[in-house]
């Protein structure tokens, strides 16, 4: 909005140029998502507590985590309250992507809210059928595939799949793009919610990814920047950094609070909409393959849960003492401490992984 607001004005103040560049408007992002998230966070938890909304811890945990009965949970409503805002802020809201964006982060969240308000509302950890959350993600994912293609304004936006390292691939995915943006959205959605099971660990996870493809889609916005690193030009996927910077900013403010020991948690609410803005983010910039570099904590959490079932019912025999992969260490007497900053550490080092894929081509 300052974006429309203040620009205009730069022939009568000259300073007001700044407003645009990106650049600036996402250190402004980051700056007001923050100091938002600082200045809301302690009411939003004492209202949390007010009207308890408080977390029921499953038997099947680790005994550790029965401290934790009552904690504040749907944390996630102060996170998105501060990605939004600040997005609609300092984003140039013409552009369409910003809009798509905001969207399918709150459509997840949406779901994720109405399995948060069944938990708590049943008092037990059972809200909505894993079906129907399922069928409800693959819906929002499936119709954000479907409008890519054609979303008015910009250039038209084409269902290819690039790929990271290999310039002159290029695949166009045809009617097979939708159920492909489905799988991305749908699955980094779920390896956040299933990585959300230690105080700031998805929130931290998150933190780095949005803070990666700040700079994946400033790339893919810049026509010259693109063209010299080689990556698929995104007329427009630019504005997405500002989104990116809001990400930040709403993470660590997130994390100000959510940090161990934790005095809220941010709910399906906001795992699931973290993991589908971060996946229709990773859509619009053509960088979804390196979705599971950036995302490399997700992935390894996701993954741990499939092969644990998986030899679960197929050997009767567990790999992991118990799935996700941070439950593993826990039951191996690593202090929850310790498991959150190493595999923090990992996150770091998957993104810095990943930005190398912009010039090993
Ligand atoms: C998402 N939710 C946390 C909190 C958070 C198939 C199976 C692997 C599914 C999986 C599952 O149900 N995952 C659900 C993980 C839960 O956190 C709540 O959920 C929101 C995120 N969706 O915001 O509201 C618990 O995590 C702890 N927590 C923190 N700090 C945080 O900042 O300590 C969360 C955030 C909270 C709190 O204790 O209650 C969760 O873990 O449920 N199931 C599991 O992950 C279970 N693993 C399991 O069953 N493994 C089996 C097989 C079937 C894979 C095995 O290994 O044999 C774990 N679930 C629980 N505890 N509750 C086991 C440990």
């Known amino acids: 909005m300052l974006y429309h607001l203040l620009y205009p004005l730069s ?11 990106i650049t600036f408007r996402t250190a402004g992002a980051v700056a007001t998502a923050v100091l938002l998230a600082l200045l809301c966070g302690p009411a939003f938890i004492r209202t949390l507590r007010r009207l308890s909304v408080g977390q029921n811890i499953r038997e099947v945990g680790p005994q550790s985590h029965q401290v934790k009965a009552g904690t504040p949970t749907m944390g996630g409503l102060l996170i998105l309250f501060t990605l939004v805002v600040p997005t ?28 948060d308000f069944l938990k708590v509302r049943r008092g037990r950890n059972l809200g909505l059928t894993a079906r129907g959350k399922f069928l409800a993600q693959v819906g929002v994912a499936a119709l954000a595939g479907a409008l890519l293609p054609q979303l008015p304004g910009g250039a038209p936006f084409s269902p290819t799949l690039a790929f990271p390292f290999l310039k002159d691939l290029v695949i166009d995915l045809g009617l097979l793009y939708v159920p492909f943006v489905v799988f991305v959205l749908v699955g980094s ?21 949005a803070g990666t493809y700040a700079v994946f889609t400033y790339v893919a916005g810049n026509r010259v920047v693109a063209s010299y690193l080689q990556v698929p030009y995104v007329a427009g996927a630019g504005e997405l950094t500002v989104f990116c910077g ?25 795992s699931l909409a973290l993991g589908g803005g971060i ?3 990773a859509v619009i910039a053509k960088q979804e393959l390196v979705l599971a570099l950036v995302g490399g904590l997700f992935v390894l959490e996701a993954l741990s849960v499939i092969l644990q079932v998986a030899s679960f019912k197929l050997r009767g025999k567990r790999i992991f003492r118990m799935a996700p992969l941070h439950h593993h260490f826990e039951l191996g007497g690593w202090a929850e401490p310790k498991i959150i900053v190493r595999f923090w550490i990992l996150s770091g080092l998957f993104a810095l992984l990943s930005l190398s894929t912009l010039k090993l081509r």
């Open 11 to 21: 022939d009568q103040f000259a300073p007001f140029n700044v407003f645009r560049y």
């Open 88 to 115: 609609l802020l300092w984003a140039n809201l013409a552009n369409v992507y910003v809009w798509l964006a905001v969207g399918v982060t709150l459509a997840f969240g949406a779901i994720g809210f109405l399995d």
């Open 189 to 209: 959605s779920n390896a956040v919610n299933l990585t959300d099971g230690l105080d700031g660990l998805a929130i931290g996870a998150t933190l780095i990814a």
């Open 246 to 270: 809001a990400l930040v900013g709403a993470s660590v403010g997130f994390l100000w609070f959510n940090s161990h020991p934790a005095e809220v948690f941010m709910g399906d609410v906001g």
């Open 279 to 281: 996946g229709i983010v």
